[in-house]
């Protein structure tokens, strides 16, 4: 038996360790996961713990060419995890009629009026299961993985460091340091400061890493987007924008809440919803994609510093709340209008949002929401809210040609962004095992 370490317990292990298993290659090893978060409760794996939409699409959710077959079923896996879909006598899949699901632009009228306008509509299936049926999804899949007896869980032991030595791999977290024939890293977006020290150490690892996405998220009553919400549940549009920045919508939360995202050292917004417990407002991110040239070569660095100043503006670890008249003026938000944030008041100090975000960034904003305002009235209301900053990191793209025994997948691979691809990501890695 091969020792096979993986590092983080989410999506793209998720992937790996079910093609692993269904091509019976895991007896092969013996395996020790390790994960950061002190239990499954936790852990840090953010859309298979908040709000859990799955995605099958060739548009969106990262930059590898994940065919559909593959995307349709790590999606099924999960569907049957939450209990939402089962199979029947005759082995055909029944999805259940009370997951929220649906079809991005498969209405044409609505589809021809976002591009009408200048709109890029991204097209997708998505599926939705609720930040409350999630825990036991992926209880169901631990407890799956858990009876096996190759397979050991190290929760509360976060990787430090990674040694490659000829064949073998030393792994070291602040509890034990151990020897691997292979390790798979899976740290997510938030592992970034492992896959920095792995990089640093292995810089021909790295093929790119130019961009960061900054913006804002907005928060609107629910009867301004209730055709939207009901046509699709999730908007996602791109448009090229006065300044030449490219900004689209990403994440919509029907009957959603605001939420931060906290990283090491800094706090960003995020939202997400439930699939019982609904609220009467909207939310979604406007981000604006950033790509930088030559010398300059530190994105996730540049977006980590103005989430940081957004959170010393907001006087610690809290976000700025901005209504929109005052964010297109430059001025500070004193009092809120009809919208109630559903943001804890603890998490947010009403401020002005253009004093953490660069000029070009705020123009192009308020460009896009000025013309989504053309397709979608009510988006721009004086006293609609917008939260920031939101941040939306690209990893370093990974070339995991360049050491045979160690791979790294999923998010903090750069390749991928979603639930989907993530999953599918490692779906694909464990043929190679
Ligand atoms: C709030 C939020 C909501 C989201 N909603 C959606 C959504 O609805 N749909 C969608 O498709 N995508 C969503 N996403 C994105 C999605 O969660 C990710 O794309 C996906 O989970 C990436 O999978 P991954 O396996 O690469 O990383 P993750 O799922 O993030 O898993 C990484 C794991 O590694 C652990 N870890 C990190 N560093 C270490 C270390 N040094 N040692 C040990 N363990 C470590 C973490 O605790 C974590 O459990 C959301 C993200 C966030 C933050």
New binding site residues.
């Given amino acids: 038996m091969e020792n096979l370490a993986i590092?983080?317990?989410?999506?793209?292990?998720?992937?790996f360790l079910k093609r692993l298993i269904e091509e019976g290659k895991d007896k092969k090893y013996n395996i020790d996961i390790?994960?950061?978060?002190e239990d499954l409760e936790?852990?840090?794996?953010?859309?298979?713990?908040?709000?859990?939409?799955?995605?099958i699409s060739k548009e969106m959710?990262?930059d590898l060419d994940i065919p559909i077959a593959t995307q349709k079923k790590v999606v099924e896996f999960y569907l049957q995890k939450s209990g939402f879909a089962k199979f029947d006598s005759k082995n055909k899949l029944i999805i259940s009629n009370e997951l929220e699901k649906g079809n991005s632009f498969e209405n044409k009228e609505l589809y021809k009026k976002f591009y009408h306008f200048g709109f890029d509509p991204v097209r997708s299936h998505f599926f939705?299961?609720g930040t409350d049926i999630l825990i036991d999804t992926i209880k169901a899949i631990y407890e799956d993985l858990s009876n096996l007896k190759n397979i050991n869980f190290k929760f509360g032991?976060?990787?430090?460091q990674i040694v490659v030595n000829n064949k073998k791999i030393t792994v070291l977290?602040g509890k034990s340091e151990q020897i691997y024939d292979k390790v798979v890293v899976?740290?997510?977006?938030?592992?970034h400061?492992?896959v920095s020290e792995i990089v640093n150490n292995h810089p021909n690892l790295v093929l790119s890493n130019d961009k960061v996405d900054l913006g804002i998220r907005l928060e609107l009553p629910n009867h301004v987007v209730d055709y939207l919400n009901k046509e699709m549940y999730e908007f996602k549009v791109r448009l090229k924008t006065k300044t030449g920045y490219i900004v689209r919508t990403f994440?919509n939360n029907p009957g959603g809440e605001v939420?931060l995202?906290k990283y090491d050292d800094f706090y960003t917004v995020?939202?997400?919803a439930n699939t019982n417990k609904k609220t009467s407002n909207t939310n979604f991110a406007v981000l604006v994609t950033h790509s930088f040239t030559q010398p300059f070569n530190d994105p996730i660095g540049y977006g980590s510093y103005i989430a940081k100043l957004s959170n010393i503006l907001a006087g610690g670890n809290k976000v700025i709340l901005q209504c929109y008249e005052d964010f297109i003026i430059s001025k500070r938000t004193k009092k809120l209008g009809r919208v109630e944030p559903t943001l804890d008041a603890n998490n947010y100090i009403l401020g002005d949002l253009n004093l953490a975000l660069p000029r070009r960034t705020t123009e192009s904003i308020i460009d896009f929401l000025e013309r989504l305002e053309n397709v979608v009235p009510g988006v721009t209301y004086p006293d609609n809210l917008l939260y920031g900053t939101e941040v939306k990191f690209y990893a370093n793209k990974i070339d995991n040609k360049v050491l045979p025994n160690l791979k790294i997948?999923?998010?903090?691979?750069g390749w991928?962004?979603?639930?989907?691809?993530?999953?599918s990501?490692?779906y694909l890695t464990a043929k190679e095992f």
């Avoid at 983080?8 to 998720?14: L, M, P, R, S």
């Avoid at 390790?34 to 978060?37: A, F, I, L, R, T």
């Avoid at 032991?157 to 430090?160: L, M, Q, Y």
Wanted: proline fraction near 0%.
């Fill in positions: 590092i983080g317990f989410g999506a793209a292990t998720i992937g390790y994960e950061k978060g936790n852990a840090g794996f953010g859309g298979l713990k908040y709000d859990g939409k799955l995605f959710g990262g939705h299961l032991e976060e990787v430090k977290s899976a740290v997510g977006r938030r592992g400061k492992l994440c939420t995202e995020n939202g997400h997948i999923g998010d903090c691979s991928t962004r979603s639930i989907t691809y993530a999953t990501h490692g």
